[in-house]
Every structure is written in C-alpha cells, then in structure tokens.
C-alpha cells in the first residue's frame, strides 16, 4: 500500500510540472514562433536580422542539455520563488527549457501552410494581425496540436530527469528510492507510469490530430 500511495503523490507532482510548464512555454515559445514565421524572407514580413538574432537564440537555449540548463537556472527559480528545489521550482527552468522547442513547432506549422491561401486572404484585405490569426493558425492547428504532444511529451522526460536534482516526481521517486535504496519495485512502477503516462498523452493528441483533420 505504501508504495502506491508514494508512486501516486509522485504521478501528481509530475502531472502538476507537466501541465504548468506546457501552459508558461506554450505563452513564452508561441510569440517567438510566430516571429519566426513573419519575419523569415518569405514570410508576411520579412525581417532577416531580427529574424537571425531571433533563430540564433532559439538555437542556442535548444542546444542546451536539460540538466546543465537546470542548474544555471537554480538563481532564476530561487528569485521567483523563494526555492530552487523541489517541484514548484523545477516549473521555471521546464518551460524556459520547452519554449525554445514550442517557438519551431510553431514556426513549422505556420511555414507548412499554403502560401496561396494568405495569398487569397491579403487580397481581400486582411492586415497582418487576421492573416496570422484567421488564416495561419486556424490553418495549422493540426500540426501544433501534434507539436504539443511532442512537446508534453519530452516535458515528462524532462520531469524525470529534473529527479536526479532535486525536483520531485516520478524521476525524484525513481532516484531517491528505487536506486539509492534499491528498490526495484518503485522503479518499476515509477517507469511503467511514467510510460502509461506517455502513451496516454499519444493516444489523446493523435484523436484530436485525426479528429480535427477529418472535419476539414
């Protein structure tokens, strides 16, 4: 009983940072993905220096390996928060971690639509602020609501590892008490939910994906 009692408080501070740092990176990497597609020299408006100072900082937060990034982000958390450890804290450098990734999913999906059809929408008038929202982003959901699985996705793997310093969750639980106190029946169970939990997520962005594009 105790171990399913540990294994579920664990699954919630997981679900907690999962869903906290899909919200704070969607809002920090969504602007940045659609700058990329507007200011890219075939976009609605071009811009190429803003559009490579703007890319070249996507790149770099993305080259970062999650744990290296963690730690140089322990004074960012403990000034927001008061805490650099534990579940609450992890949140800060998990989107920070996740926008960078959310601004090219974004970026592609807006790429991926026919250039025809804002063609067809500057001609009837549209400003540049209805061609993104009307046309673009109506346009490629599919492709950002399968990006956002991805994204959910990689931030679960990303939850766990944050385990490794102190940042509480399946991976903290896996760490703390299955491998420093050899217990292989919670890093079991922390392994198998963390597996449920990334196939249940494939399984409902794929039904939304296929759902949205069968009523087109």
Known sequence: MQIFLLVGKATLQTLEMVFLSTI????????????LCMTNPTGITPRPVLNQIASRIVNVLRSFPFIILMILLFPLSRLILGTSIG????????????????????????????PEVVQAARAMGSTNSQI?????????MPSIV??????????????????????????DLAIRYGYQRFRTDVMFWSVIVILILVELIQFIGTRIVNKMLKNR
């Open 146 to 171: 399968s990006g956002i699985t991805l994204t959910i996705i990689n931030l679960i793997g990303y939850s766990a590892m944050a385990g490794a310093i102190g940042g509480g969750g399946l991976g």
């Open 132 to 140: 993104i929202w009307k046309v673009l982003v109506p346009e490629a």
């Open 87 to 114: 579940t609450t804290a992890t949140i800060v450098p998990l989107s920070i971690a996740a926008a960078p990734f959310v601004a090219r999913i974004i970026e592609t999906a807006l790429n991926e639509v026919s």
């Open 24 to 35: 704070f990176s969607g809002i920090l990497g969504f602007p940045l993905g659609v700058l």
